[in-house]
């Protein structure tokens, strides 16, 4: 994580400060100032729905006044907009709970933004309150030239946190965001058939007034794709009834086939077999008469073959890895009948697993019991508005905008 912070100033370290001069700082030769500016339009102004307030309102410019005590002395160390550059790779891999690049409030792990340098006691640290600059109205650009991304389900890419309502906040992206790329059902640390839903790339967060995100010809905000659904399991195979005959070599003289006809006591077919005969004479009316064991059992079918797993969908964890759903697995043999008759038949195959969504797309569902997981957002918030501007098309940007 490399993240600089760079301000519109501070202006009049030292030297004297001069009319003009303030005029060229905090200005910006907006259109209908001339050669001159007045002392009123140099109040500082707290309004938070103001664009770009003459004098922002900020830590280092909380000594210049709001009313009618302004003094050029004031504006000792002035500053008129913040600038953060974020460069290299930014991820949650070591960092649960929290998104890949962290925009809020500055942390003891060196996430987050310091606007005023304070550190995580200072004014835009997480122990610092809610008196600092993510808070004010004073402009806040963020260039991010690298990459960010989330690991992690429910996280995003970058985003605005810990949630708070920010204002004048310009996310300027000419790099990467890569949204989490949702497990495909059945993968592993998966038992859910359903896939998981695709992640946000980038979260505004609870945004306030004048927030906007700029889209570079060569940025890439793409949501995460939704994972696939696990295949349906295959159908049971038919159970089948099997007739055996056990000829036990007794015989028993008669005309009459049944265990009457042997000596008393006899005890050859146990358990579920019963007694059957048959003549030696093929019908005869006195015969010698075998002496068989019959029973009737169920073969039962084979199991159905596993449903094959969901295509994990794309992310920034999976960013050239294989999205295809896998096959199902055959179905299991059917128990066999040894006389011949009907066995139990074989389970059929399980069903392939859904294909995983490519950046910003939906998994793909099958017929199982669950579902495809939902594409992410490319840019969403969690309450409030901001505007897009720049390059927006279907190469700079994948998925969702809320």
């Known amino acids: 994580m490399s993240v600089s912070v760079v301000k519109a100033g501070p202006y009049f370290s030292s030297g004297p400060i001069s009319f003009s001069q303030l005029r060229t700082n905090f200005t910006d030769d907006q259109p ?190 793409w949501a995460g794709g939704g994972g696939g659904e696990r295949g349906k399991t295959g159908a049971k195979g038919a159970d089948g009834t099997c007739n055996e005959f056990n000829d036990t070599g007794w015989h028993c003289q008669g005309n009459q086939a049944g265990q009457e006809k042997c000596a008393p006591g006899f005890t050859v077919c146990r358990q579920n077999w019963r007694y059957c005969c048959i003549t030696q004479g093929g019908g005869c009316a006195v015969a010698w008469w075998y002496v068989g064991c019959c029973r009737t059992t169920t073969k039962l079918g084979g199991a159905g073959g596993l449903g094959g797993k969901g295509g994990n969908g794309r992310g920034y964890q999976n960013q050239s890895g294989s999205t295809s759903g896998e096959s199902g697995s055959p179905g299991q043999p059917g128990e066999i009948c040894p006389s011949g008759n009907r066995s139990g038949e074989n389970g059929q195959n399980g069903e392939r697993g859904g294909d995983g969504g490519n950046y910003g797309e939906s998994g793909q569902s099958t017929p199982n019991t669950g579902n495809g997981g939902q594409r992410g957002r490319a840019i969403s918030s969690d309450g409030g508005r901001y505007d897009v501007y720049g390059t927006v098309n279907s190469n700079t940007v994948k998925g969702s905008i809320y």
């Open 32 to 221: 209908g100032f001339g050669l001159q500016i007045s002392a009123s339009q140099l109040r500082r102004n707290t309004d938070v729905t103001r664009e770009n307030p003459i004098v922002p309102d900020s830590t280092e410019n909380e000594q210049i006044s709001t009313g009618s005590n302004l003094r050029l002395s004031q504006f000792r160390n002035s500053i008129k907009r913040y600038v953060a550059t974020q460069s290299g790779t930014d991820d949650n891999a070591s960092f649960p709970g929290e998104p890949g690049f962290r925009m809020g409030r500055f942390d003891a792990a060196g996430k987050g933004i310091d606007w005023s340098g304070g550190g995580v006691n200072g004014r835009d640290g997480q122990n610092g309150g809610t008196t600092g600059n993510h808070f004010r109205n004073v402009q806040k650009g963020i260039l991010i030239t690298g990459t960010c991304g989330s690991v992690r389900l429910g996280q995003a890419g970058a985003q605005m946190a810990p949630i708070a309502t920010v204002h004048n906040v310009r996310i300027d992206v000419s790099g990467s965001i890569l949204g989490y790329g949702g497990k495909g059902g059945g993968q592993p640390g998966s038992s859910d058939p359903s896939g998981e839903d695709g992640g946000t790339a980038l979260n505004f967060g609870n945004v306030g007034n004048n927030n906007r995100v700029i889209v570079g010809s060569g940025a890439r905000i």
